[in-house]
Protein backbone atom coordinates (compact mmCIF):
# COMPACT_ATOMS: atom_id res chain seq x y z
CA UNK A 1 0.00 0.00 0.00
CA UNK A 2 1.48 3.29 -0.92
CA UNK A 3 1.58 5.78 1.74
CA UNK A 4 0.20 9.19 0.75
CA UNK A 5 2.40 11.77 -0.29
CA UNK A 6 2.52 15.69 1.40
CA UNK A 7 -0.20 17.97 -0.12
CA UNK A 8 -2.75 16.40 -1.10
CA UNK A 9 -4.97 19.18 -2.98
CA UNK A 10 -8.29 17.32 -3.00
CA UNK A 11 -8.43 16.05 0.13
CA UNK A 12 -11.99 17.55 1.94
CA UNK A 13 -8.89 19.48 4.94
CA UNK A 14 -7.14 21.10 1.99
CA UNK A 15 -10.10 21.82 -1.03
CA UNK A 16 -10.10 25.28 1.11
CA UNK A 17 -9.11 26.73 4.11
CA UNK A 18 -10.86 29.72 4.75
CA UNK A 19 -12.92 30.81 8.00
CA UNK A 20 -16.35 30.60 5.70
CA UNK A 21 -15.47 27.77 4.26
CA UNK A 22 -15.32 25.60 7.15
CA UNK A 23 -18.16 27.53 8.99
CA UNK A 24 -20.30 27.34 5.64
CA UNK A 25 -19.46 23.76 4.72
CA UNK A 26 -21.60 21.16 3.40
CA UNK A 27 -19.55 18.58 3.68
CA UNK A 28 -20.24 16.01 6.21
CA UNK A 29 -16.47 15.28 6.94
CA UNK A 30 -15.65 18.95 8.14
CA UNK A 31 -19.27 18.86 10.22
CA UNK A 32 -18.09 15.75 12.05
CA UNK A 33 -15.38 17.74 12.80
CA UNK A 34 -17.18 21.05 14.03
CA UNK A 35 -19.02 18.83 16.05
CA UNK A 36 -15.98 17.36 17.47
CA UNK A 37 -14.95 20.31 18.48
CA UNK A 38 -18.20 21.11 20.45
CA UNK A 39 -18.53 18.07 22.27
CA UNK A 40 -15.01 18.31 23.01
CA UNK A 41 -15.56 21.29 25.09
CA UNK A 42 -18.73 20.58 26.66
CA UNK A 43 -16.92 17.31 28.06
CA UNK A 44 -14.00 19.41 29.53
CA UNK A 45 -16.58 21.30 30.82
CA UNK A 46 -18.63 18.62 32.35
CA UNK A 47 -15.31 16.57 33.41
CA UNK A 48 -14.41 19.68 35.68
CA UNK A 49 -17.52 19.36 37.48
CA UNK A 50 -17.30 15.64 37.83
CA UNK A 51 -13.62 16.60 39.26
CA UNK A 52 -15.07 19.08 41.68
CA UNK A 53 -17.70 16.11 42.89
CA UNK A 54 -15.06 13.72 43.62
CA UNK A 55 -12.68 16.43 45.74
CA UNK A 56 -15.62 17.27 47.68
CA UNK A 57 -16.50 13.94 48.53
CA UNK A 58 -13.02 12.77 49.35
CA UNK A 59 -13.69 13.99 52.83
CA UNK A 60 -17.56 13.54 54.83
CA UNK A 61 -17.68 17.23 55.67
CA UNK A 62 -16.25 17.91 52.37
CA UNK A 63 -15.37 21.04 50.30
CA UNK A 64 -18.13 22.95 48.55
CA UNK A 65 -21.01 24.60 49.92
CA UNK A 66 -24.63 22.64 49.65
CA UNK A 67 -25.92 24.87 46.78
CA UNK A 68 -22.38 24.67 44.82
CA UNK A 69 -22.48 20.95 45.13
CA UNK A 70 -26.08 20.71 44.09
CA UNK A 71 -25.09 22.87 41.11
CA UNK A 72 -21.90 21.02 40.30
CA UNK A 73 -23.71 17.78 39.67
CA UNK A 74 -26.66 19.44 38.02
CA UNK A 75 -24.49 21.04 35.67
CA UNK A 76 -22.46 17.69 35.26
CA UNK A 77 -25.57 15.72 34.53
CA UNK A 78 -26.75 18.06 31.66
CA UNK A 79 -24.10 18.83 30.20
CA UNK A 80 -22.27 14.91 30.10
CA UNK A 81 -25.59 13.45 28.97
CA UNK A 82 -27.15 15.92 26.21
CA UNK A 83 -23.55 17.73 25.40
CA UNK A 84 -21.18 14.91 25.01
CA UNK A 85 -22.77 11.25 25.31
CA UNK A 86 -25.79 11.84 23.64
CA UNK A 87 -24.26 13.09 20.00
CA UNK A 88 -20.55 12.04 20.71
CA UNK A 89 -20.63 9.01 18.63
CA UNK A 90 -23.25 9.94 16.03
CA UNK A 91 -22.36 13.32 15.40
CA UNK A 92 -18.46 13.09 14.75
CA UNK A 93 -17.76 9.21 13.85
CA UNK A 94 -21.14 8.69 12.56
CA UNK A 95 -21.25 11.97 10.38
CA UNK A 96 -17.69 11.45 9.38
CA UNK A 97 -17.97 7.66 8.24
CA UNK A 98 -21.74 6.96 7.39
CA UNK A 99 -21.35 7.99 3.63
CA UNK A 100 -17.73 6.88 3.22
CA UNK A 101 -19.24 2.99 4.87
CA UNK A 102 -22.32 2.86 2.56
CA UNK A 103 -20.66 4.46 -1.00
CA UNK A 104 -22.34 8.02 -0.38
CA UNK A 105 -20.89 11.02 -1.72
CA UNK A 106 -22.29 12.90 1.62
CA UNK A 107 -25.62 12.84 3.62
CA UNK A 108 -28.47 13.46 2.18
CA UNK A 109 -29.46 16.35 3.52
CA UNK A 110 -25.99 18.49 3.81
CA UNK A 111 -27.93 21.79 5.04
CA UNK A 112 -29.57 20.67 7.23
CA UNK A 113 -26.62 18.52 8.59
CA UNK A 114 -24.61 21.86 9.10
CA UNK A 115 -28.13 23.67 10.95
CA UNK A 116 -27.37 20.63 13.03
CA UNK A 117 -24.53 22.06 14.35
CA UNK A 118 -25.43 25.38 14.64
CA UNK A 119 -28.67 24.38 16.56
CA UNK A 120 -26.15 21.95 18.87
CA UNK A 121 -24.34 25.33 19.60
CA UNK A 122 -27.15 27.44 19.82
CA UNK A 123 -28.70 25.09 22.89
CA UNK A 124 -25.28 24.88 24.28
CA UNK A 125 -24.42 28.96 24.86
CA UNK A 126 -28.25 28.95 26.40
CA UNK A 127 -27.38 26.53 29.18
CA UNK A 128 -23.86 28.25 29.87
CA UNK A 129 -25.91 31.54 30.02
CA UNK A 130 -27.53 29.25 32.72
CA UNK A 131 -24.60 28.27 34.76
CA UNK A 132 -22.61 31.51 34.56
CA UNK A 133 -25.54 33.29 35.64
CA UNK A 134 -25.82 30.94 39.01
CA UNK A 135 -26.65 27.60 37.63
CA UNK A 136 -29.49 25.18 39.07
CA UNK A 137 -29.69 22.89 41.22
CA UNK A 138 -32.48 19.92 40.21
CA UNK A 139 -30.68 17.30 39.16
CA UNK A 140 -30.21 16.59 35.84
CA UNK A 141 -33.94 15.02 35.53
CA UNK A 142 -35.61 18.43 37.11
CA UNK A 143 -37.63 16.24 38.65
CA UNK A 144 -41.15 18.32 39.44
CA UNK A 145 -42.57 19.72 41.68
CA UNK A 146 -38.71 20.86 43.61
CA UNK A 147 -37.93 22.52 39.50
CA UNK A 148 -41.40 24.16 39.34
CA UNK A 149 -41.63 25.55 43.11
CA UNK A 150 -38.56 25.50 44.46
CA UNK A 151 -35.29 25.66 42.90
CA UNK A 152 -33.35 28.55 41.69
CA UNK A 153 -34.11 31.03 39.31
CA UNK A 154 -33.28 29.52 36.20
CA UNK A 155 -34.73 26.30 35.08
CA UNK A 156 -36.18 27.71 32.07
CA UNK A 157 -32.78 28.51 30.72
CA UNK A 158 -31.42 25.34 31.56
CA UNK A 159 -34.81 23.13 30.33
CA UNK A 160 -34.66 25.55 27.18
CA UNK A 161 -31.21 24.47 26.58
CA UNK A 162 -32.44 20.71 26.34
CA UNK A 163 -35.70 21.77 24.28
CA UNK A 164 -32.96 23.33 21.43
CA UNK A 165 -30.91 20.34 21.84
CA UNK A 166 -32.97 18.46 20.81
CA UNK A 167 -34.12 19.44 17.41
CA UNK A 168 -30.45 19.08 16.55
CA UNK A 169 -30.58 15.14 17.39
CA UNK A 170 -33.83 15.22 15.45
CA UNK A 171 -32.06 16.86 12.56
CA UNK A 172 -29.41 14.16 13.06
CA UNK A 173 -31.64 11.31 13.09
CA UNK A 174 -33.47 12.05 9.81
CA UNK A 175 -30.29 12.70 7.76
CA UNK A 176 -28.86 9.20 9.07
CA UNK A 177 -32.06 7.56 8.23
CA UNK A 178 -32.83 9.16 4.51
CA UNK A 179 -29.35 8.47 3.92
CA UNK A 180 -29.22 5.02 4.70
CA UNK A 181 -32.33 4.25 2.78
CA UNK A 182 -31.46 6.41 0.03
CA UNK A 183 -28.24 6.65 -0.63
CA UNK A 184 -26.64 3.72 -0.19
CA UNK A 185 -23.91 2.55 -2.95
CA UNK A 186 -24.88 -0.22 -5.95
CA UNK A 187 -25.19 -3.27 -4.51
CA UNK A 188 -25.18 -2.44 -0.71
CA UNK A 189 -28.16 -4.35 0.56
CA UNK A 190 -29.32 -4.18 3.82
CA UNK A 191 -27.62 -7.55 4.62
CA UNK A 192 -24.43 -5.84 3.18
CA UNK A 193 -24.52 -2.90 5.75
CA UNK A 194 -21.34 -2.86 8.39
CA UNK A 195 -22.71 -3.09 12.31
CA UNK A 196 -22.03 0.28 12.47
CA UNK A 197 -23.87 1.23 9.91
CA UNK A 198 -26.81 -0.50 11.39
CA UNK A 199 -25.76 0.80 14.91
CA UNK A 200 -26.27 4.74 14.01
CA UNK A 201 -29.90 3.53 11.49
CA UNK A 202 -30.97 2.03 14.91
CA UNK A 203 -30.30 5.21 16.89
CA UNK A 204 -31.23 7.47 14.65
CA UNK A 205 -34.44 5.77 15.14
CA UNK A 206 -34.92 5.92 18.37
CA UNK A 207 -34.12 9.91 18.49
CA UNK A 208 -36.90 10.23 16.09
CA UNK A 209 -39.18 8.85 17.65
CA UNK A 210 -38.22 9.41 21.66
CA UNK A 211 -36.79 12.84 21.73
CA UNK A 212 -39.90 14.93 20.65
CA UNK A 213 -41.51 13.42 24.44
CA UNK A 214 -38.32 15.02 26.08
CA UNK A 215 -38.82 17.88 24.50
CA UNK A 216 -42.62 18.32 25.45
CA UNK A 217 -41.74 17.73 29.02
CA UNK A 218 -38.82 20.09 29.43
CA UNK A 219 -41.71 22.90 27.81
CA UNK A 220 -44.68 21.84 29.95
CA UNK A 221 -41.96 22.20 33.33
CA UNK A 222 -40.86 25.84 31.72
CA UNK A 223 -44.62 26.91 31.40
CA UNK A 224 -45.82 25.69 35.03
CA UNK A 225 -42.82 27.47 36.60
CA UNK A 226 -43.74 30.72 34.41
CA UNK A 227 -47.29 30.78 33.95
CA UNK A 228 -48.34 28.94 36.94
CA UNK A 229 -50.38 25.95 35.02
CA UNK A 230 -51.42 22.99 37.04
CA UNK A 231 -49.65 20.33 34.83
CA UNK A 232 -47.01 18.43 37.69
CA UNK A 233 -47.77 19.96 40.70
CA UNK A 234 -50.84 18.58 43.17
CA UNK A 235 -51.12 21.61 44.36
CA UNK A 236 -52.88 23.28 41.48
CA UNK A 237 -54.07 19.70 40.33
CA UNK A 238 -51.34 17.95 38.58
CA UNK A 239 -49.73 14.72 39.18
CA UNK A 240 -45.41 14.87 39.33
CA UNK A 241 -45.66 11.16 38.45
CA UNK A 242 -46.98 12.36 35.07
CA UNK A 243 -43.36 14.14 34.45
CA UNK A 244 -41.43 10.96 35.64
CA UNK A 245 -43.28 8.92 33.51
CA UNK A 246 -42.66 11.08 30.51
CA UNK A 247 -39.47 12.08 31.56
CA UNK A 248 -38.43 8.29 31.74
CA UNK A 249 -40.35 7.57 28.77
CA UNK A 250 -37.51 9.40 26.47
CA UNK A 251 -34.83 9.27 28.96
CA UNK A 252 -34.06 5.45 28.98
CA UNK A 253 -34.45 4.96 25.20
CA UNK A 254 -31.67 8.13 26.13
CA UNK A 255 -29.65 5.26 27.11
CA UNK A 256 -29.58 3.15 24.05
CA UNK A 257 -29.30 6.69 22.08
CA UNK A 258 -25.86 6.45 24.11
CA UNK A 259 -24.86 2.72 23.82
CA UNK A 260 -26.00 1.63 20.57
CA UNK A 261 -23.58 3.65 18.24
CA UNK A 262 -21.01 2.47 20.53
CA UNK A 263 -21.88 -1.02 19.98
CA UNK A 264 -21.61 -1.01 16.53
CA UNK A 265 -17.73 0.86 16.61
CA UNK A 266 -17.18 -2.22 18.93
CA UNK A 267 -18.04 -3.98 16.15
CA UNK A 268 -16.39 -2.36 13.80
CA UNK A 269 -13.15 -2.68 16.43
CA UNK A 270 -13.19 -6.13 17.01
CA UNK A 271 -14.00 -7.88 13.87
CA UNK A 272 -10.81 -5.65 12.26
CA UNK A 273 -8.38 -6.45 15.18
CA UNK A 274 -8.88 -10.27 15.46
CA UNK A 275 -8.89 -10.84 11.03
CA UNK A 276 -12.32 -12.47 11.24
CA UNK A 277 -15.89 -11.48 10.02
CA UNK A 278 -17.93 -11.21 13.36
CA UNK A 279 -19.36 -14.30 14.47
CA UNK A 280 -23.68 -14.10 14.01
CA UNK A 281 -23.55 -11.05 11.58
CA UNK A 282 -27.35 -11.66 10.78
CA UNK A 283 -27.92 -11.85 14.72
CA UNK A 284 -26.23 -8.54 15.67
CA UNK A 285 -28.61 -6.43 13.35
CA UNK A 286 -31.83 -8.19 14.72
CA UNK A 287 -30.41 -7.78 18.34
CA UNK A 288 -29.79 -3.84 17.21
CA UNK A 289 -32.75 -3.45 16.17
CA UNK A 290 -34.23 -5.61 19.24
CA UNK A 291 -32.91 -3.15 21.88
CA UNK A 292 -34.42 0.06 19.82
CA UNK A 293 -37.84 -1.58 20.24
CA UNK A 294 -37.95 -2.66 23.44
CA UNK A 295 -36.43 0.64 24.86
CA UNK A 296 -39.73 1.87 24.99
CA UNK A 297 -41.24 -0.14 26.81
CA UNK A 298 -38.67 -0.38 29.86
CA UNK A 299 -38.93 3.11 31.04
CA UNK A 300 -40.93 2.37 34.50
CA UNK A 301 -37.96 0.55 36.42
CA UNK A 302 -37.08 3.75 37.10
CA UNK A 303 -40.13 4.42 39.07
CA UNK A 304 -40.67 0.91 41.19
CA UNK A 305 -40.31 3.21 44.59
CA UNK A 306 -42.08 6.26 43.09
CA UNK A 307 -45.57 4.90 43.64
CA UNK A 308 -46.43 2.92 41.01
CA UNK A 309 -48.70 0.04 41.51
CA UNK A 310 -46.98 -3.50 42.01
CA UNK A 311 -48.75 -5.00 39.38
CA UNK A 312 -46.87 -2.05 36.84
CA UNK A 313 -43.79 -2.87 38.71
CA UNK A 314 -43.82 -6.74 37.78
CA UNK A 315 -44.12 -5.81 34.02
CA UNK A 316 -41.86 -3.01 33.70
CA UNK A 317 -39.18 -5.70 35.56
CA UNK A 318 -40.00 -8.66 32.90
CA UNK A 319 -39.49 -6.12 29.97
CA UNK A 320 -35.95 -5.06 31.59
CA UNK A 321 -35.01 -8.54 31.66
CA UNK A 322 -36.32 -8.83 27.79
CA UNK A 323 -34.06 -6.24 26.52
CA UNK A 324 -31.14 -7.98 28.73
CA UNK A 325 -31.35 -10.78 26.05
CA UNK A 326 -30.15 -8.93 22.27
CA UNK A 327 -28.06 -6.96 25.05
CA UNK A 328 -26.67 -10.22 26.57
CA UNK A 329 -26.31 -11.97 22.43
CA UNK A 330 -24.00 -8.98 21.69
CA UNK A 331 -21.67 -9.62 24.05
CA UNK A 332 -21.91 -13.65 23.51
CA UNK A 333 -21.29 -12.76 19.53
CA UNK A 334 -18.11 -10.85 20.27
CA UNK A 335 -17.26 -13.00 22.65
CA UNK A 336 -17.33 -15.80 20.26
CA UNK A 337 -15.53 -13.44 17.61
CA UNK A 338 -12.37 -13.27 19.35
CA UNK A 339 -12.24 -17.46 19.62
CA UNK A 340 -9.23 -18.44 17.26
CA UNK A 341 -8.85 -15.19 16.15
CA UNK A 342 -5.75 -13.88 15.11
CA UNK A 343 -6.00 -10.86 17.73
CA UNK A 344 -3.58 -7.39 17.89
CA UNK A 345 -3.98 -6.03 21.02
CA UNK A 346 -3.55 -2.38 19.42
CA UNK A 347 -5.32 0.95 21.29
CA UNK A 348 -8.54 0.46 19.43
CA UNK A 349 -8.58 -3.30 20.43
CA UNK A 350 -8.23 -2.54 23.79
CA UNK A 351 -10.87 0.24 23.93
CA UNK A 352 -12.72 -1.93 22.40
CA UNK A 353 -12.31 -5.35 25.26
CA UNK A 354 -12.64 -2.66 27.81
CA UNK A 355 -16.20 -1.85 26.09
CA UNK A 356 -17.05 -5.89 26.70
CA UNK A 357 -15.75 -6.08 30.00
CA UNK A 358 -17.37 -2.38 31.47
CA UNK A 359 -20.52 -3.01 29.51
CA UNK A 360 -21.42 -6.33 31.00
CA UNK A 361 -20.43 -4.97 34.51
CA UNK A 362 -23.44 -2.64 33.89
CA UNK A 363 -25.55 -4.86 32.44
CA UNK A 364 -25.77 -7.44 34.66
CA UNK A 365 -26.09 -5.06 37.42
CA UNK A 366 -29.14 -3.49 35.84
CA UNK A 367 -30.51 -6.22 35.90
CA UNK A 368 -29.99 -6.13 40.27
CA UNK A 369 -31.78 -2.85 39.45
CA UNK A 370 -34.67 -4.42 37.66
CA UNK A 371 -35.74 -6.58 40.39
CA UNK A 372 -38.32 -5.11 42.07
CA UNK A 373 -37.08 -6.16 45.83
CA UNK A 374 -33.60 -5.27 45.30
CA UNK A 375 -34.39 -1.90 44.14
CA UNK A 376 -36.34 -0.94 46.81
CA UNK A 377 -33.14 -0.90 48.42
CA UNK A 378 -31.02 0.13 46.17
CA UNK A 379 -32.88 3.08 44.56
CA UNK A 380 -31.51 6.72 44.84
CA UNK A 381 -28.12 5.09 46.26
CA UNK A 382 -24.67 5.45 44.53
CA UNK A 383 -25.00 1.63 43.19
CA UNK A 384 -27.87 3.21 40.90
CA UNK A 385 -24.77 5.83 40.12
CA UNK A 386 -21.82 2.80 39.20
CA UNK A 387 -24.29 0.92 37.22
CA UNK A 388 -25.15 4.24 35.15
CA UNK A 389 -22.00 4.98 34.36
CA UNK A 390 -20.82 1.38 34.01
CA UNK A 391 -23.05 1.20 30.62
CA UNK A 392 -22.68 5.41 29.97
CA UNK A 393 -19.16 6.39 30.76
CA UNK A 394 -17.49 3.31 31.06
CA UNK A 395 -19.56 1.55 27.85
CA UNK A 396 -20.05 4.84 25.34
CA UNK A 397 -16.82 7.08 26.07
CA UNK A 398 -14.19 3.87 25.38
CA UNK A 399 -16.31 3.28 22.11
CA UNK A 400 -15.70 6.83 21.49
CA UNK A 401 -12.18 6.80 21.97
CA UNK A 402 -11.76 3.01 20.12
CA UNK A 403 -13.50 4.77 17.26
CA UNK A 404 -11.46 7.93 17.28
CA UNK A 405 -8.48 6.44 16.97
CA UNK A 406 -9.53 3.40 14.77
CA UNK A 407 -10.24 6.15 12.00
CA UNK A 408 -8.20 8.98 13.25
CA UNK A 409 -5.96 7.88 10.21
CA UNK A 410 -8.73 8.07 7.57
CA UNK A 411 -10.36 11.42 9.23
CA UNK A 412 -6.65 12.98 9.27
CA UNK A 413 -3.99 11.51 7.19
CA UNK A 414 -2.06 10.67 10.14
CA UNK A 415 -1.10 8.06 12.69
CA UNK A 416 -0.68 8.26 16.05
CA UNK A 417 1.91 6.91 18.64
CA UNK A 418 0.95 3.79 19.28
CA UNK A 419 2.43 2.94 22.89
CA UNK A 420 0.57 6.55 24.03
CA UNK A 421 -2.10 5.07 22.77
CA UNK A 422 -2.37 1.52 24.47
CA UNK A 423 -1.25 3.16 27.97
CA UNK A 424 -4.38 5.75 27.71
CA UNK A 425 -6.64 2.94 26.87
CA UNK A 426 -5.04 0.72 30.02
CA UNK A 427 -5.78 4.06 32.07
CA UNK A 428 -9.18 4.40 31.23
CA UNK A 429 -9.77 0.81 32.08
CA UNK A 430 -8.29 0.63 35.64
CA UNK A 431 -9.22 4.12 36.40
CA UNK A 432 -12.75 3.79 36.20
CA UNK A 433 -12.71 0.60 37.21
CA UNK A 434 -11.40 2.39 40.12
CA UNK A 435 -13.64 5.34 40.38
CA UNK A 436 -17.10 3.86 39.80
CA UNK A 437 -16.42 -0.23 41.24
CA UNK A 438 -16.16 1.20 45.03
CA UNK A 439 -19.78 3.15 44.31
CA UNK A 440 -21.30 -0.45 44.13
CA UNK A 441 -20.29 -1.26 47.61
CA UNK A 442 -21.58 2.93 48.91
CA UNK A 443 -24.78 2.01 47.61
CA UNK A 444 -25.66 -1.49 49.04
CA UNK A 445 -24.03 -0.10 51.93
CA UNK A 446 -26.50 2.68 51.67
CA UNK A 447 -25.34 5.81 50.89
CA UNK A 448 -27.67 8.08 49.22
CA UNK A 449 -27.06 9.55 45.99
CA UNK A 450 -26.27 13.33 45.42
CA UNK A 451 -25.80 14.04 49.34
CA UNK A 452 -22.89 16.61 50.36
CA UNK A 453 -22.28 14.75 53.25
CA UNK A 454 -21.81 11.43 54.51
CA UNK A 455 -20.75 9.66 57.48
CA UNK A 456 -16.98 8.77 58.30
CA UNK A 457 -17.35 4.76 58.19
CA UNK A 458 -17.38 5.25 54.08
CA UNK A 459 -15.29 7.69 53.48
CA UNK A 460 -12.57 5.26 52.63
CA UNK A 461 -14.42 3.57 49.63
CA UNK A 462 -14.61 8.02 48.70
CA UNK A 463 -11.08 8.73 48.94
CA UNK A 464 -10.47 4.99 46.54
CA UNK A 465 -13.43 6.61 44.10
CA UNK A 466 -12.13 9.91 43.92
CA UNK A 467 -8.36 8.69 43.80
CA UNK A 468 -9.80 6.61 40.38
CA UNK A 469 -11.58 9.62 39.17
CA UNK A 470 -7.70 11.50 38.95
CA UNK A 471 -6.24 8.45 36.88
CA UNK A 472 -9.22 8.71 35.04
CA UNK A 473 -8.67 12.51 34.17
CA UNK A 474 -5.15 11.66 33.02
CA UNK A 475 -6.48 8.99 30.80
CA UNK A 476 -9.26 11.08 29.31
CA UNK A 477 -6.53 14.13 28.92
CA UNK A 478 -3.75 12.36 27.60
CA UNK A 479 -5.09 11.62 24.11
CA UNK A 480 -5.80 15.41 23.70
CA UNK A 481 -1.40 15.40 23.64
CA UNK A 482 -0.72 12.92 21.65
CA UNK A 483 -3.17 13.20 18.64
CA UNK A 484 -2.78 17.08 18.76
CA UNK A 485 1.15 15.76 18.20
CA UNK A 486 0.34 13.29 15.68
CA UNK A 487 -1.37 16.04 13.32
CA UNK A 488 1.81 17.83 13.39
CA UNK A 489 4.73 15.30 13.24
CA UNK A 490 2.60 11.62 12.69
CA UNK A 491 3.57 9.43 10.00
CA UNK A 492 2.08 9.69 7.46
CA UNK A 493 -1.12 7.30 6.93
CA UNK A 494 -1.87 4.58 3.78
CA UNK A 495 -5.59 4.56 2.37
CA UNK A 496 -5.88 1.63 5.00
CA UNK A 497 -3.20 0.92 7.29
CA UNK A 498 -5.27 -1.35 9.68
CA UNK A 499 -5.82 -3.78 6.03
CA UNK A 500 -9.61 -3.28 7.07
CA UNK A 501 -12.59 -4.01 4.88
CA UNK A 502 -15.34 -1.84 4.79
CA UNK A 503 -15.61 1.34 1.75
CA UNK A 504 -14.01 3.86 3.80
CA UNK A 505 -10.66 2.21 3.37
CA UNK A 506 -10.90 1.95 -0.34
CA UNK A 507 -10.48 5.84 -0.37
CA UNK A 508 -7.49 8.12 0.55
CA UNK A 509 -6.30 9.19 4.05
CA UNK A 510 -7.78 11.89 4.42
CA UNK A 511 -10.52 11.45 1.79
CA UNK A 512 -11.32 13.60 -1.25
CA UNK A 513 -14.02 16.13 -0.59
CA UNK A 514 -16.78 14.06 -2.61
CA UNK A 515 -15.18 10.96 -1.17
CA UNK A 516 -15.31 8.77 -4.18
CA UNK A 517 -14.25 9.74 -7.71
CA UNK A 518 -16.15 6.80 -9.08
CA UNK A 519 -19.45 5.24 -6.91
CA UNK A 520 -18.45 1.77 -5.59
CA UNK A 521 -20.43 -1.03 -6.39
CA UNK A 522 -20.47 -3.57 -3.68
CA UNK A 523 -20.54 -7.29 -4.62
CA UNK A 524 -20.46 -9.30 -1.19
CA UNK A 525 -21.10 -8.80 2.22
CA UNK A 526 -18.94 -7.07 5.20
CA UNK A 527 -15.73 -8.66 6.82
CA UNK A 528 -14.53 -10.64 4.17
CA UNK A 529 -10.99 -11.65 6.19
CA UNK A 530 -8.63 -14.19 4.91
CA UNK A 531 -8.18 -16.63 8.02
CA UNK A 532 -5.45 -17.87 6.41
CA UNK A 533 -2.84 -15.42 6.22
CA UNK A 534 -4.27 -12.65 8.65
CA UNK A 535 -5.40 -10.00 5.57
CA UNK A 536 -7.85 -9.31 4.15
CA UNK A 537 -9.91 -10.81 0.42
CA UNK A 538 -11.91 -7.99 -0.46
CA UNK A 539 -13.04 -4.32 1.04
CA UNK A 540 -16.39 -5.23 1.04
CA UNK A 541 -15.85 -6.89 -2.39
CA UNK A 542 -16.43 -3.70 -3.97
CA UNK A 543 -15.02 -2.16 -7.28
CA UNK A 544 -15.20 0.99 -8.66
CA UNK A 545 -17.92 1.27 -11.44
Known amino acids: M ?5 GLPTSYVTSENTISSWLLTKDHKRIALLFFA ?34 MFTMHGI ?6 LIPSIPTTLGNFIIPLAIGAHDLAFPRINLASWYVFNLSGLVLLYALIMGGIDTGWTFYTPYSTLFANGYVI ?5 VFINGFSSIMTGLNFVVTIHRLRAPGMTWMRLPLFVWGIYSVSLVMLLATPVLAMTVLLVAMERFMGVGIFDPARGGDPLLFQHMFWFYSHPAVYIMILPA ?13 RPIFGYTGMTYALMSIAI ?5 WGHHMFTAGISIYSAVVFSLMTFFVAVPSAIKVFNWTASLHKGSITFDAPMLYALGFVLLFTIGGLTGLIVATVALDVHLQDTYFVIAHFHYIMVGGTVSAFFGGLHYWWPKITGRLYPEMWARMAALLTFVGFN ?5 QFILGYLGMPRRYYAYPPEWQAWNVLSSAGASILAVAYILPLGYLGWSLLRGERAAPNPWRATGLEW ?3 SPPPKHNFERTPVVTAGPYLYDPEDGGFIAQNGAVNA
Open 506 to 508: QTS
Open 79 to 84: VMVWFF
Open 2 to 6: ATITA
Open 38 to 71: SITFFFFIGGIAATLIRMHLATPEGLLQPDIYNR
Open 434 to 438: LTFFP
Open 294 to 298: ISFFV
Open 157 to 161: AATLA
Open 263 to 275: MGVVSELITCYVR
